[in-house]
T-cell receptor, first 109, second 115 residues
Framework: EDQVTQSPEALRLQEGESSSLNCSYT??????LFWYRQDPGKGPEFLFT???AGEEKEKERLKATLTKKESFLHITAPKPEDSATYLC??????????FGQGTRLTINP | GAVVSQHPSWVICKSGTSVKIECRSL??????MFWYRQFPKQSLMLMAT?????????EQGVEKDKFLINHASLTLSTLTVTSAHPEDSSFYIC???????????FGPGTRLLVL
């Protein structure tokens, strides 16, 4: 059974304090790993897609990396507006996504 | 800007009534759309896959007669919660699949409260 586990469940950082979020997965035949950002009461907002081990993608203060077993979302010098829940999902087949539980990130000014 | 819209954004109804939620794919002809449900502080759970011109495919444990899905056009899928009960109160989110990168883009969600 395809499974996605995110850690930590919640993370509090001071503004400017860099850190990483983890997404561990077990899937038969990974077709893609996706990162989304979700603000309270809103739908997920697409951030990145990673397809193969060793791949990296960047967007502003965020960088996503992928290995054969896990993905990291690195956040560099975060700002309060980066506070959100970050969701990781894997696609194994038939376009279906399996989501992790998310990491609630809070950046204090 | 937004690529998927939902209507309404929130709805309150009495127990036993039916509620229809619309999901529109903007600037794209989506042959496949997805419906998810999200309970407070939990992640998204896939309910069903909506296929244009054919029957929806439901995930295990999701009652197809309770959650009616219609995908009558390439830009519109609807989810009808029939005979809603308080336990159906949740945040319902739809998505479409853009062929490039097979990426799902999500709507803003519909919050349903059944009294």
């Amino acid at each position: 059974e395809d499974q996605v586990t995110q850690s930590p469940e919640a993370l509090r950082l001071q503004e400017g304090e860099s850190s990483s979020l983890n997404c561990s997965y077990t899937v038969s035949g990974l077709r893609g790993l996706f990162w989304y950002r979700q603000d309270p009461g809103k739908g997920p907002e697409f951030l990145f897609t990673l397809y193969s081990a060793g791949e990296e993608k960047e967007k502003e203060r965020l960088k996503a990396t992928l290995t054969k077993k896990e993905s990291f979302l690195h956040i560099t010098a975060p700002k309060p507006e980066d506070s959100a829940t970050y969701l990781c999902a894997v696609q194994a087949g038939a376009q279906k996504l399996v989501f992790g539980q998310g990491t609630r990130l809070t950046i204090n000014p | 800007g937004a690529v998927v819209s939902q209507h309404p954004s929130w709805v309150i109804c009495k127990s036993g009534t039916s509620v229809k939620i619309e999901c529109r794919s903007l600037d794209f002809q989506a042959t496949t759309m997805f419906w998810y449900r999200q309970f407070p502080k939990q992640s998204l759970m896939l309910m069903a896959t909506s296929n244009e011109g054919s029957k929806a495919t439901y995930e295990q444990g999701v009652e197809k007669d309770k959650f009616l899905i219609n995908h009558a056009s390439l830009t519109l899928s609807t989810l009808t919660v029939t005979s809603a009960h308080p336990e159906d109160s949740s945040f319902y989110i739809c998505s479409d699949v853009r062929r490039e990168q097979e990426t799902q883009y999500f709507g803003p969600g519909t919050r349903l409260l059944v009294l």
